[in-house]
């Protein structure tokens, strides 16, 4: 079974500041990551699809990188409504698709 | 716009059951695998199920197995989860999720609902 791994759990930044998050699966699968941000009463949203792919209406200031076991998600600055919790994704197995815990950025 | 509309939550008692419905809007709801996925109290975001685009082929995380059947009404854009046997660590908010394929096999998911509360309690 391939587990999901991201880290930090908690991302203290400022606004304005770059924000850096990873992900590392326990093994490589066919599959690419996808990126999720969630905001406390809404419905989480697709950030990244295919690693690197925009979803559509997402600022640039969010990119996606990574191959392999080791992904990355890119916050370039942070606004005031990027404060979320992020969730990377993928197709570990068929049929079977797997979330990491999460990783709170918080302003600090 | 797409939008998918849950409903059908509620307390029930362990043992019991519950239906769960997702009324989609806004694409073509025929041609997409549509998925629920779960988030308990404090955790983080679990996949449940997943149905394929005519409804031929379902299929379950380990810990639904033989409880949950999901479902769709193509005629309605209609995604259902019916839940049986419920269990205390069942409690969650279940989204209903619109599938994204590539090369014919869902990968993620574009389009979440705003989730329907079950809470299994005595």
């Known amino acids: 079974e391939i587990v999901l791994t991201q880290s930090p759990v908690t991302l203290s930044l400022s606004p304005g500041e770059r924000a850096t998050l990873s992900c590392r699966t326990s093994q490589s699968a066919s599959s690419p990551v996808a990126w999720y941000q969630h905001k406390p009463g809404q419905a989480p949203r697709l950030l990244i699809y295919g690693a690197s792919t925009r979803a559509a209406g997402i600022p640039a200031r969010f990119s996606g990188s990574g191959s392999g076991t080791d992904f990355t998600l890119t916050i370039s600055s942070l606004e005031p409504e990027d404060f979320a919790i992020y969730y990377c994704q993928q197709r570990t197995d068929w049929p079977l698709w797997t979330f990491g815990q999460g990783t709170k950025v918080e302003i600090k | ?122």
């Open chain 2, 1 to 122: 716009e797409v939008q998918l509309l849950e409903s059908g939550g509620g307390l029930v008692q362990p043992g019991g059951s519950l239906r769960l419905s997702c009324v989609a809007s806004g694409f073509t709801f025929s041609i997409y695998a549509m998925s629920w996925v779960r988030q308990a109290p404090g955790r983080g975001l679990d996949w449940v199920s997943i149905i394929c685009d005519n409804g031929g082929c379902t299929y379950y995380e380990d810990s639904v197995k033989g409880r949950f059947i999901i479902s769709r009404d193509n005629s309605k854009n209609i995604l259902y989860l019916e839940m049986n046997n419920l269990r205390a660590e069942d409690t969650a908010l279940y989204y209903c999720v619109k599938g994204v394929p590539v090369a014919g096999k869902t990968t993620h998911f574009d389009h979440w609902g705003q989730g329907v509360l079950v809470t299994v309690s005595s």
